[in-house]
C-alpha cells in the first residue's frame, strides 16, 4: 500500500529563509508524488508533481522538489520564505488516474 | 480558480438529516473525486467517478453515497448525519485516464456543520 509520512506538523520560518518541508513515501512500484498547498479557508492547489520525467521538479511560487529513490523522499524547498507562503501544505501520492494518499499536512509559518 | 466548483459553500445541519453536496468538474475532465478533510482523520479518499461510473472507493461510509450524471457533474449524499460527519469535504477532477500523469484539481471545499 501507498502512504507518505510528512515530518513536522509546524514548520516556522523567518521571512527570507530557506523553507523545508520534508516528505518520505512508501510505495511498492514506482509513484507519482504530488506538493499542494492550502491557504486558509481555500481547497488545494497543485504546487507541483514528479512523474519520473526529472528528479528535480520545478513548481508554482518558486518552490520545487527532489526526488531521491534512496531515501523515498520528496522533499519541498524554496531558497526564500515570503509571509504569503504561510500555508498548510499536504505531500500526496498515487499511481496514475487513481485516488490520492495525503499526508497528515505541514503548517508553514513565517515570522517577520 | 481550479474551475472545479462546489455548491453550497457551507452547510449547516441536524443530526440524522440528509444534505446532497453537488460538484461540478472542469470541462473536459471524465473524472471526479470526493475527498473529505477533519481535524483527526485529515484528507482522506471517499469515492471516485469515471464518466458515470463508480471507478475506486475509498473508507466511504455506507451511510453516503455518490453519482455522477450523464453531464458529469456528481453528487455526494450524506444520510443519517452524525456529529463526527462535520469536515470539509472536496471535490476534484481529472481527466481521469489509468496511464496518464494526470492532475487532480480540487474545488473550493463544502463545509459541513452538523449540530
Known amino acids: 500500500a501507498q502512504s507518505v509520512t510528512q515530518l513536522g506538523s509546524h514548520v516556522s520560518v523567518s521571512e527570507g529563509a530557506l523553507v523545508l518541508l520534508r516528505c518520505n513515501y512508501s510505495s511498492s512500484v514506482p509513484p507519482y508524488l504530488f506538493w499542494y498547498v492550502q491557504y486558509p479557508n481555500q481547497g488545494l492547489q497543485l504546487l507541483l508533481k514528479?512523474?519520473?520525467?526529472?528528479?528535480l521538479v520545478k513548481g508554482i511560487n518558486g518552490f520545487e522538489a527532489e526526488f531521491k529513490k534512496s531515501e523515498t523522499s520528496f522533499h519541498l524547498t524554496k531558497p526564500s520564505a515570503h509571509m504569503s507562503d504561510a500555508a498548510e501544505y499536504f505531500c500526496?501520492?498515487?499511481?496514475?488516474?487513481?485516488?490520492?494518499?495525503f499526508g497528515q499536512g505541514t503548517r508553514l509559518t513565517i515570522n517577520p | 480558480d481550479s474551475g472545479v466548483t462546489q455548491t453550497p459553500k457551507h452547510l449547516i445541519t441536524a443530526t440524522g438529516q440528509r444534505v446532497t453536496l453537488r460538484c461540478s468538474p472542469r470541462?473536459?475532465?471524465?473524472?471526479v473525486y470526493w475527498y473529505q478533510q477533519s481535524l483527526d482523520q485529515g484528507l482522506q479518499f471517499l469515492i471516485q467517478y469515471y464518466n458515470g461510473e463508480e471507478r475506486a472507493k475509498g473508507n466511504i461510509l455506507e451511510r453516503f453515497s455518490a453519482q455522477q450524471f450523464p453531464d458529469l457533474h456528481s453528487e455526494l449524499n450524506l444520510s443519517s448525519l452524525e456529529l463526527g460527519d462535520s469536515a470539509l469535504y472536496f471535490c476534484?477532477?481529472?481527466?481521469?485516464?489509468?496511464?496518464?500523469?494526470?492532475?487532480?484539481?480540487f474545488g473550493p471545499g463544502t463545509r459541513l456543520t452538523v449540530l
Open positions: 500526496a501520492v498515487s499511481r496514475g488516474a487513481q485516488k490520492l494518499v
Open positions: 470541462s473536459g475532465d471524465l473524472s
Open positions: 476534484a477532477s481529472s481527466v481521469g485516464t489509468y496511464a496518464s500523469t494526470d492532475t487532480q484539481y
Open positions: 514528479y512523474t519520473s520525467a526529472a528528479t
